[in-house]
Protein backbone atom coordinates (compact mmCIF):
# COMPACT_ATOMS: atom_id res chain seq x y z
CA UNK A 1 0.00 0.00 0.00
CA UNK A 2 1.52 2.92 -1.61
CA UNK A 3 0.42 6.30 0.22
CA UNK A 4 1.05 9.62 -0.77
CA UNK A 5 0.48 12.06 2.51
CA UNK A 6 -0.03 15.43 2.14
CA UNK A 7 -0.02 18.29 4.55
CA UNK A 8 2.31 16.00 6.74
CA UNK A 9 3.00 17.86 9.72
CA UNK A 10 5.96 16.04 12.37
CA UNK A 11 3.25 15.26 14.95
CA UNK A 12 1.31 13.14 11.89
CA UNK A 13 4.93 11.53 11.06
CA UNK A 14 5.22 10.60 14.69
CA UNK A 15 1.76 9.05 14.80
CA UNK A 16 1.20 7.69 11.29
CA UNK A 17 4.55 6.15 11.89
CA UNK A 18 4.19 4.56 14.90
CA UNK A 19 0.90 3.21 14.17
CA UNK A 20 2.31 1.93 10.83
CA UNK A 21 4.63 0.17 12.65
CA UNK A 22 2.44 -1.00 15.62
CA UNK A 23 -0.71 -2.18 14.09
CA UNK A 24 1.76 -3.84 11.35
CA UNK A 25 -0.01 -2.12 8.31
CA UNK A 26 2.80 -2.52 6.28
CA UNK A 27 2.44 1.21 4.32
CA UNK A 28 5.08 2.82 2.60
CA UNK A 29 3.92 6.14 3.60
CA UNK A 30 6.08 9.36 1.77
CA UNK A 31 5.49 12.29 3.57
CA UNK A 32 4.77 16.00 1.89
CA UNK A 33 4.67 18.66 4.27
CA UNK A 34 2.81 20.73 1.66
CA UNK A 35 -0.90 21.48 0.52
CA UNK A 36 -1.90 19.29 -2.30
CA UNK A 37 -3.15 21.98 -5.14
CA UNK A 38 -3.88 21.86 -8.80
CA UNK A 39 -0.31 23.43 -9.18
CA UNK A 40 1.82 20.73 -7.38
CA UNK A 41 -1.09 17.38 -8.71
CA UNK A 42 2.39 16.11 -10.75
CA UNK A 43 3.94 15.17 -7.66
CA UNK A 44 0.83 12.96 -6.32
CA UNK A 45 0.95 10.91 -9.20
CA UNK A 46 1.17 7.45 -9.18
CA UNK A 47 0.33 6.61 -5.66
CA UNK A 48 -2.31 4.17 -4.94
CA UNK A 49 -3.77 5.92 -2.03
CA UNK A 50 -3.70 9.92 -1.32
CA UNK A 51 -4.24 10.86 2.47
CA UNK A 52 -5.22 14.44 2.51
CA UNK A 53 -6.51 16.79 5.66
CA UNK A 54 -9.18 19.71 5.61
CA UNK A 55 -6.95 22.33 3.11
CA UNK A 56 -5.99 19.64 0.42
CA UNK A 57 -7.76 20.49 -2.51
CA UNK A 58 -9.60 18.00 -3.86
CA UNK A 59 -11.31 19.54 -6.91
CA UNK A 60 -12.53 17.29 -10.50
CA UNK A 61 -9.18 18.66 -11.76
CA UNK A 62 -7.03 17.22 -9.20
CA UNK A 63 -9.15 13.84 -9.11
CA UNK A 64 -9.02 13.53 -12.56
CA UNK A 65 -5.44 13.55 -12.65
CA UNK A 66 -4.60 11.43 -9.19
CA UNK A 67 -7.44 8.63 -11.04
CA UNK A 68 -5.31 8.15 -14.45
CA UNK A 69 -2.18 7.80 -12.78
CA UNK A 70 -3.82 4.60 -10.93
CA UNK A 71 -5.14 6.30 -7.71
CA UNK A 72 -7.72 3.91 -5.77
CA UNK A 73 -8.21 5.52 -2.66
CA UNK A 74 -8.68 9.47 -0.96
CA UNK A 75 -8.18 8.65 2.46
CA UNK A 76 -9.62 11.81 4.37
CA UNK A 77 -7.73 12.00 7.59
CA UNK A 78 -10.27 13.99 9.11
CA UNK A 79 -14.15 14.66 9.56
CA UNK A 80 -15.22 17.46 7.86
CA UNK A 81 -14.62 16.24 3.45
CA UNK A 82 -16.13 20.04 1.87
CA UNK A 83 -12.86 20.45 0.25
CA UNK A 84 -13.96 17.00 -1.37
CA UNK A 85 -15.77 17.25 -4.54
CA UNK A 86 -17.73 13.66 -3.99
CA UNK A 87 -19.57 14.17 -6.96
CA UNK A 88 -16.64 14.10 -9.50
CA UNK A 89 -14.47 11.31 -6.97
CA UNK A 90 -18.24 8.86 -7.72
CA UNK A 91 -18.32 9.39 -11.18
CA UNK A 92 -14.22 8.50 -11.59
CA UNK A 93 -14.77 5.76 -9.55
CA UNK A 94 -12.14 6.69 -6.75
CA UNK A 95 -12.83 5.31 -3.57
CA UNK A 96 -13.34 8.41 -0.20
CA UNK A 97 -12.97 7.78 3.20
CA UNK A 98 -13.04 10.09 6.10
CA UNK A 99 -12.41 9.41 9.74
CA UNK A 100 -15.68 10.27 11.08
CA UNK A 101 -15.23 10.37 14.85
CA UNK A 102 -11.81 9.90 16.26
CA UNK A 103 -11.91 12.28 19.45
CA UNK A 104 -15.21 14.35 19.52
CA UNK A 105 -14.00 15.36 22.79
CA UNK A 106 -11.03 16.80 21.74
CA UNK A 107 -13.13 19.81 19.64
CA UNK A 108 -15.75 20.12 22.48
CA UNK A 109 -12.99 20.74 25.14
CA UNK A 110 -11.34 23.49 22.95
CA UNK A 111 -14.63 24.99 21.91
CA UNK A 112 -15.19 25.54 25.69
CA UNK A 113 -11.40 26.48 26.44
CA UNK A 114 -12.07 29.33 23.66
CA UNK A 115 -15.53 30.45 25.31
CA UNK A 116 -13.54 30.36 28.73
CA UNK A 117 -10.75 32.83 27.52
CA UNK A 118 -12.66 35.20 25.79
CA UNK A 119 -15.08 35.19 28.79
CA UNK A 120 -12.58 35.50 31.59
CA UNK A 121 -9.94 37.44 29.07
CA UNK A 122 -7.46 35.12 30.27
CA UNK A 123 -5.45 35.96 26.96
CA UNK A 124 -5.21 39.56 28.76
CA UNK A 125 -3.99 38.58 31.92
CA UNK A 126 -1.41 36.43 30.68
CA UNK A 127 0.65 39.23 28.71
CA UNK A 128 -0.56 41.60 31.97
CA UNK A 129 1.41 39.60 34.22
CA UNK A 130 3.79 39.07 32.54
CA UNK A 131 4.94 42.22 32.54
CA UNK A 132 3.68 42.79 36.27
CA UNK A 133 0.64 44.84 35.84
CA UNK A 134 -1.90 43.08 37.93
CA UNK A 135 -4.81 45.78 37.45
CA UNK A 136 -8.14 43.85 36.97
CA UNK A 137 -9.29 46.45 35.03
CA UNK A 138 -10.94 45.84 31.75
CA UNK A 139 -10.92 41.52 33.23
CA UNK A 140 -14.57 41.09 34.45
CA UNK A 141 -16.30 38.20 32.69
CA UNK A 142 -19.45 36.59 33.28
CA UNK A 143 -20.62 33.77 35.39
CA UNK A 144 -20.81 30.26 33.03
CA UNK A 145 -23.67 29.10 35.31
CA UNK A 146 -27.33 29.84 34.17
CA UNK A 147 -26.40 31.55 30.75
CA UNK A 148 -27.82 30.30 27.81
CA UNK A 149 -25.66 28.31 24.69
CA UNK A 150 -26.86 28.06 21.24
CA UNK A 151 -25.39 24.98 19.95
CA UNK A 152 -26.04 24.42 15.84
CA UNK A 153 -25.22 20.59 15.24
CA UNK A 154 -26.09 18.15 17.87
CA UNK A 155 -23.50 15.32 16.14
CA UNK A 156 -20.99 13.46 17.87
CA UNK A 157 -19.28 17.20 18.59
CA UNK A 158 -22.19 19.21 19.27
CA UNK A 159 -23.31 16.70 22.10
CA UNK A 160 -19.28 16.68 23.55
CA UNK A 161 -20.04 20.29 23.63
CA UNK A 162 -23.54 20.24 25.15
CA UNK A 163 -22.53 17.51 28.50
CA UNK A 164 -19.47 20.09 29.19
CA UNK A 165 -21.68 22.91 28.84
CA UNK A 166 -24.26 21.26 31.17
CA UNK A 167 -21.83 20.61 33.47
CA UNK A 168 -21.42 24.78 34.39
CA UNK A 169 -24.65 24.64 34.56
CA UNK A 170 -25.85 26.78 31.08
CA UNK A 171 -29.49 26.55 29.43
CA UNK A 172 -28.59 24.52 25.70
CA UNK A 173 -30.62 25.02 22.96
CA UNK A 174 -30.24 23.48 20.19
CA UNK A 175 -30.45 23.61 16.49
CA UNK A 176 -29.87 20.75 13.96
CA UNK A 177 -32.81 19.50 10.87
CA UNK A 178 -32.54 15.47 12.74
CA UNK A 179 -33.00 15.69 16.23
CA UNK A 180 -30.75 13.69 17.95
CA UNK A 181 -32.13 12.18 21.58
CA UNK A 182 -29.05 12.45 23.24
CA UNK A 183 -28.99 16.45 23.50
CA UNK A 184 -32.87 16.37 24.67
CA UNK A 185 -31.37 13.81 27.75
CA UNK A 186 -29.07 16.10 28.26
CA UNK A 187 -31.39 18.55 28.55
CA UNK A 188 -30.81 20.28 25.93
CA UNK A 189 -33.95 21.90 23.61
CA UNK A 190 -34.40 21.83 20.28
CA UNK A 191 -35.03 25.80 18.57
CA UNK A 192 -35.43 27.32 15.46
CA UNK A 193 -31.99 29.23 14.75
CA UNK A 194 -34.21 32.63 15.24
CA UNK A 195 -35.21 31.37 18.61
CA UNK A 196 -31.55 30.54 19.33
CA UNK A 197 -29.88 33.92 17.43
CA UNK A 198 -32.80 35.82 19.71
CA UNK A 199 -31.93 34.04 23.28
CA UNK A 200 -28.25 33.15 23.25
CA UNK A 201 -25.59 34.66 25.45
CA UNK A 202 -23.39 32.24 23.32
CA UNK A 203 -23.54 30.34 19.95
CA UNK A 204 -21.08 27.77 19.23
CA UNK A 205 -21.04 26.09 15.44
CA UNK A 206 -20.86 22.16 15.28
CA UNK A 207 -22.43 21.29 11.87
CA UNK A 208 -20.35 21.02 8.66
CA UNK A 209 -20.01 23.60 5.51
CA UNK A 210 -22.68 22.29 3.01
CA UNK A 211 -23.42 24.17 -0.38
CA UNK A 212 -27.08 25.17 1.97
CA UNK A 213 -25.32 26.89 4.82
CA UNK A 214 -22.37 28.63 3.21
CA UNK A 215 -22.53 32.16 5.35
CA UNK A 216 -25.02 30.66 7.78
CA UNK A 217 -23.88 33.31 10.27
CA UNK A 218 -23.85 36.75 8.26
CA UNK A 219 -25.32 40.57 8.62
CA UNK A 220 -28.33 39.12 9.06
CA UNK A 221 -28.39 36.64 11.69
CA UNK A 222 -26.25 39.20 13.72
CA UNK A 223 -28.62 41.58 13.71
CA UNK A 224 -30.75 39.26 15.45
CA UNK A 225 -28.74 38.04 18.09
CA UNK A 226 -28.51 39.75 21.78
CA UNK A 227 -26.36 42.48 21.97
CA UNK A 228 -22.73 41.62 23.00
CA UNK A 229 -23.77 38.01 22.59
CA UNK A 230 -19.99 35.54 22.15
CA UNK A 231 -19.86 34.01 18.88
CA UNK A 232 -17.85 30.75 18.39
CA UNK A 233 -16.91 28.22 15.72
CA UNK A 234 -14.47 25.34 15.80
CA UNK A 235 -16.54 23.93 12.23
CA UNK A 236 -15.36 25.58 9.55
CA UNK A 237 -14.87 29.01 8.24
CA UNK A 238 -17.47 29.35 5.35
CA UNK A 239 -20.31 28.82 8.03
CA UNK A 240 -19.61 32.46 9.10
CA UNK A 241 -18.88 35.38 7.18
CA UNK A 242 -15.89 37.00 8.46
CA UNK A 243 -16.28 40.56 6.68
CA UNK A 244 -19.83 40.95 8.27
CA UNK A 245 -18.73 39.14 11.58
CA UNK A 246 -16.09 42.19 11.66
CA UNK A 247 -18.71 44.59 11.09
CA UNK A 248 -20.94 43.69 13.98
CA UNK A 249 -18.04 43.50 16.31
CA UNK A 250 -17.49 47.37 15.65
CA UNK A 251 -20.88 47.90 16.53
CA UNK A 252 -20.96 46.05 18.97
CA UNK A 253 -23.80 43.51 18.12
CA UNK A 254 -20.89 40.82 18.64
CA UNK A 255 -18.85 41.30 22.15
CA UNK A 256 -16.63 38.26 21.56
CA UNK A 257 -15.39 36.03 19.00
CA UNK A 258 -13.62 33.06 19.02
CA UNK A 259 -12.79 31.48 16.06
CA UNK A 260 -10.37 28.07 15.17
CA UNK A 261 -11.26 27.75 11.36
CA UNK A 262 -11.74 30.80 9.04
CA UNK A 263 -12.88 30.95 5.23
CA UNK A 264 -9.74 32.10 3.99
CA UNK A 265 -7.71 29.87 6.25
CA UNK A 266 -5.91 27.85 3.53
CA UNK A 267 -3.85 30.24 2.88
CA UNK A 268 -2.72 31.15 6.34
CA UNK A 269 -3.13 28.19 9.03
CA UNK A 270 -0.56 25.30 9.34
CA UNK A 271 2.47 27.23 9.01
CA UNK A 272 4.64 29.72 10.16
CA UNK A 273 3.90 32.99 8.38
CA UNK A 274 5.70 35.15 11.32
CA UNK A 275 8.41 36.51 9.34
CA UNK A 276 5.67 37.37 6.57
CA UNK A 277 3.81 40.37 6.21
CA UNK A 278 0.17 39.07 6.08
CA UNK A 279 -1.90 40.02 3.50
CA UNK A 280 -5.03 38.93 4.21
CA UNK A 281 -6.99 42.40 5.63
CA UNK A 282 -9.89 40.38 7.15
CA UNK A 283 -7.71 38.20 9.32
CA UNK A 284 -5.50 41.26 10.34
CA UNK A 285 -8.28 43.44 11.53
CA UNK A 286 -9.71 40.29 13.14
CA UNK A 287 -6.96 39.17 15.08
CA UNK A 288 -6.13 43.03 15.80
CA UNK A 289 -9.21 43.29 18.05
CA UNK A 290 -8.53 43.14 21.88
CA UNK A 291 -12.40 40.57 21.89
CA UNK A 292 -11.23 38.06 19.13
CA UNK A 293 -9.25 34.99 19.70
CA UNK A 294 -7.85 33.38 16.72
CA UNK A 295 -6.57 29.26 16.76
CA UNK A 296 -4.86 28.09 14.06
CA UNK A 297 -7.10 24.81 13.16
CA UNK A 298 -5.86 23.24 16.42
CA UNK A 299 -9.12 21.67 18.00
CA UNK A 300 -8.77 18.40 16.89
CA UNK A 301 -4.96 18.54 18.62
CA UNK A 302 -4.49 16.13 21.43
CA UNK A 303 -2.83 12.88 21.62
CA UNK A 304 -5.67 11.07 21.73
CA UNK A 305 -7.19 11.96 18.39
CA UNK A 306 -3.88 12.14 16.49
CA UNK A 307 -3.47 8.24 17.31
CA UNK A 308 -7.48 7.41 16.46
CA UNK A 309 -7.08 9.02 13.58
CA UNK A 310 -3.40 7.26 12.68
CA UNK A 311 -4.94 3.81 13.61
CA UNK A 312 -8.81 4.70 11.65
CA UNK A 313 -7.01 5.92 8.27
CA UNK A 314 -4.32 3.31 8.23
CA UNK A 315 -7.52 0.44 8.55
CA UNK A 316 -9.77 1.91 6.28
CA UNK A 317 -7.45 1.99 3.43
CA UNK A 318 -6.07 -1.35 4.25
CA UNK A 319 -9.61 -2.80 4.58
CA UNK A 320 -10.65 -1.53 1.28
CA UNK A 321 -7.51 -2.35 -0.70
CA UNK A 322 -8.55 -6.36 0.66
CA UNK A 323 -11.52 -5.80 -1.06
CA UNK A 324 -13.86 -5.22 2.46
CA UNK A 325 -15.90 -2.44 3.59
CA UNK A 326 -14.31 -0.18 6.58
CA UNK A 327 -17.83 1.26 7.06
CA UNK A 328 -15.99 4.96 6.52
CA UNK A 329 -16.90 5.31 2.80
CA UNK A 330 -18.42 8.11 2.02
CA UNK A 331 -20.68 7.18 -1.04
P1 LIG B 1 -21.40 14.91 12.87
O1 LIG B 1 -21.62 14.42 11.48
O2 LIG B 1 -21.36 13.92 13.99
O3 LIG B 1 -22.52 16.01 13.23
C1 LIG B 1 -22.86 17.06 12.40
C2 LIG B 1 -24.27 17.45 12.74
O4 LIG B 1 -24.59 18.65 12.01
C3 LIG B 1 -25.32 16.40 12.30
O5 LIG B 1 -26.16 16.09 13.40
C4 LIG B 1 -26.09 17.08 11.17
O6 LIG B 1 -27.45 16.71 11.13
C5 LIG B 1 -25.93 18.53 11.57
N1 LIG B 1 -26.17 19.48 10.48
C6 LIG B 1 -25.97 19.33 9.15
N2 LIG B 1 -26.30 20.48 8.51
C7 LIG B 1 -26.72 21.35 9.46
C8 LIG B 1 -27.18 22.68 9.43
N3 LIG B 1 -27.29 23.35 8.28
N4 LIG B 1 -27.52 23.27 10.58
C9 LIG B 1 -27.40 22.61 11.76
N5 LIG B 1 -26.96 21.34 11.86
C10 LIG B 1 -26.63 20.72 10.72
O7 LIG B 1 -20.05 15.76 12.82
P2 LIG B 1 -19.10 16.14 14.04
O8 LIG B 1 -18.09 15.07 14.25
O9 LIG B 1 -19.91 16.59 15.18
O10 LIG B 1 -18.30 17.38 13.39
C11 LIG B 1 -18.96 18.59 13.09
C12 LIG B 1 -18.03 19.46 12.26
O11 LIG B 1 -16.92 19.87 13.07
C13 LIG B 1 -17.37 18.75 11.07
O12 LIG B 1 -18.21 18.77 9.93
C14 LIG B 1 -16.14 19.59 10.84
O13 LIG B 1 -16.46 20.62 9.92
C15 LIG B 1 -15.85 20.22 12.20
N6 LIG B 1 -14.59 19.74 12.81
C16 LIG B 1 -13.66 20.66 13.16
C17 LIG B 1 -12.46 20.23 13.74
C18 LIG B 1 -11.39 21.21 14.17
O14 LIG B 1 -10.25 20.80 14.46
N7 LIG B 1 -11.67 22.50 14.25
C19 LIG B 1 -12.23 18.87 13.94
C20 LIG B 1 -13.23 17.96 13.58
C21 LIG B 1 -14.41 18.40 13.01
Do not use: W
Not at 164 to 184: K, M, Q, S, T, W
Not at 250 to 259: A, V
Not at 321 to 326: D, N, P, S, V
Request: net charge negative; proline share 2%.
Amino acid sequence: MKIGFFSAKRYDIQHFSKTNEAGNFGADIEFFDYRLSRQNVRLALGFEVICAFVNDELCEEVLTKLYASGTKIIAMRCAGFNNVDLDAAKRLGLEVVNVPAYSPESVAEHTVALMLTLNRKIHKSYGRTRDANFSLEGLVGFNMHGKTVGVIGTGKIGIATIRILRGFGCEVLAYDPFHNPLAEELGASYASLDDIYQNSDIISLHCPLTKDNQHLLNAESFAKMKPGMMVINTSRGGLLNAVDAMEALKMGQIGSLGLDVYENEKELFFEDKSNEVILDDVFRRLSACHNVIFTGHQAFLTREALDNIAQTTLSNVSQILAGKKCGNELF
